[in-house]
């Protein structure tokens, strides 16, 4: 891969996919701005990194809620780094629900509608809207969103949070199209199952739950210097779980 003396800013950098994504950026040479409104998780990525040899990171507590936090977060690393090439938007919560399907959208209480949309959907406008102003003036950009396949798809009992990756799918597109000529790219990858412990049963076509390396490595591709010509694109990452339903008459 070719990155050229870049700048990557992550959100949600201690979290499982954020950690992996920061590390595959050192681990190609991309210096880092890691933001998380958890510090502790950053501190203990940071010393992992360091036994690793990668040190070319900095830390940024930072609630992508706030606009204005965000703000201020962004032009503390413009000062730290001196320029900004490539933005993550990873940070969101994925709150588990014990009866799948059974918070349907009437019993949905009105702050967690809120709380979902608020950091998935306005944190990622809050970020890009701090973050293009640079990148337009140095007319070079990669910008990639985190989405999902629910986003896609849908699911049932999660509405809010469906409703808050479609927005994130739809402003990637339209982002996209009002900066192409601006040598800004604008992509999303959409995660299906990814967690820490592999499993089987995961009703993909590869017949496995995916990881934070698969994710993170297709967001590397999407952020390279030589995916210029990519953009407006949602890439999913989901071992083939939205080509259809698994037939489970296969034998393998
Ligand atoms: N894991 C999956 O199966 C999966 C599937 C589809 C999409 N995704 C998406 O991938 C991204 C990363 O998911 P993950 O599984 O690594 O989640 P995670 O919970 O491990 O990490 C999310 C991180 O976001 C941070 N965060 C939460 N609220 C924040 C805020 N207001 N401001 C800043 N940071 C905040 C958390 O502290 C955490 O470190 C999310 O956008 C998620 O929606 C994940």
Redesign the pocket.
């Known amino acids: 891969m070719t990155f050229n003396n870049r700048v990557a800013v992550v ?10 994504i920061v590390r595959q950026f050192l681990r190609a040479g991309v210096a880092v701005a890691m ?4 510090p502790d ?2 501190n203990r990525l940071r010393e992992e990194l360091a036994a690793e040899g990668l040190t070319n990171v900095r830390a940024y507590q ?5 606009g204005e936090q965000t703000r201020q977060v962004f032009a503390q690393i413009l000062q730290d780094f001196g320029h900004l090439d490539i933005l993550v ?6 709150e588990h629900r014990d009866v799948p399907g059974q918070q349907r959208l009437e019993e949905m209480a009105v702050p967690e509608w809120e709380r979902i949309i ?3 959907l306005n ?1 990622t406008i809050h970020c890009m809207q701090a973050a293009l102003p640079h990148m337009i003036q140095a007319h070079y950009g990669r910008i990639i969103n ?6 896609n798809c849908g699911l049932p009992g999660y509405a809010d ?1 469906s409703a ?2 479609a927005g ?1 799918i739809m402003l990637t597109k339209v982002t996209a199209m009002e900066n192409g000529t601006r040598n800004i790219t604008v992509n999303v ?7 820490r412990t592999p499993a089987a049963n995961s009703g993909t076509w590869l017949g496995r ?2 990881s ?1 390396h698969d ?1 993170a490595r297709c967001v590397l591709f999407l952020a390279d210097d030589e995916a210029g010509y990519i953009t407006g694109m949602d890439l999913p990452v ?1 071992g083939g779980r939205t080509l259809g339903p698994h037939n489970a008459n296969m034998k393998d």
């Open positions: 959100t949600g950098a201690s979290g499982y996919i954020g950690g992996e933001t998380d409104i958890v998780g950053m930072h609630d992508v809620t706030s938007n990873n940070a969101g919560v994925w608020a950091i998935s944190g985190l989405g999902s396949i629910a986003g949070y808050a990756k994130v990858v959409s995660p299906g199952m990814i967690h739950n995916g934070a994710v989901d």
